[in-house]
Nanobody, 120 residues
């Protein structure tokens, strides 16, 4: 059974930092691109950041310069370092794994989500 296990959420004051982690199985991590999404109450889930197997990154405009996505291929873990957090960053954050386009591996693997709350 494929699993993505997230950790690192919590409550932080505006301007603070948190680091989210997403652990996956070795075979998944060796094949899949990884991403972080978030969903605030009453809003649609949105892409925050993504990173390919080769390390190419992409960020939502709202988090550029504040968030950094990375992956440790030895630990089979993806990270989202979030700095200078704002109240509007409050959401449930989800890890997602997708194989490269054209791959026959299953698409859209999601973690269970971790709550991030930023107080003003």
């Amino acid at each position: 059974q494929v699993q993505l296990v997230e950790s690192g959420g919590g409550l932080v004051q505006a301007g603070g930092s948190l680091r989210l982690s997403c652990a996956a199985s070795a075979i998944i991590f060796s094949i899949y691109n990884m991403g972080w999404y978030r969903q605030a109450p009453g809003k649609q889930r949105e892409l925050v950041a993504e990173i390919t197997r080769g390390g190419t990154t992409n960020y939502a405009d709202s988090v550029k310069g504040r968030f950094t996505i990375s992956r440790n291929n030895t630990k089979n873990t993806a990270y989202l370092q979030m700095n200078n957090l704002k109240p509007e960053d409050t959401a449930v954050y989800y890890c997602k794994a997708d194989p490269p386009i054209g791959s026959s591996w299953p698409r859209g693997l999601w973690g269970q989500g971790t709550q991030v709350t930023v107080s003003s």
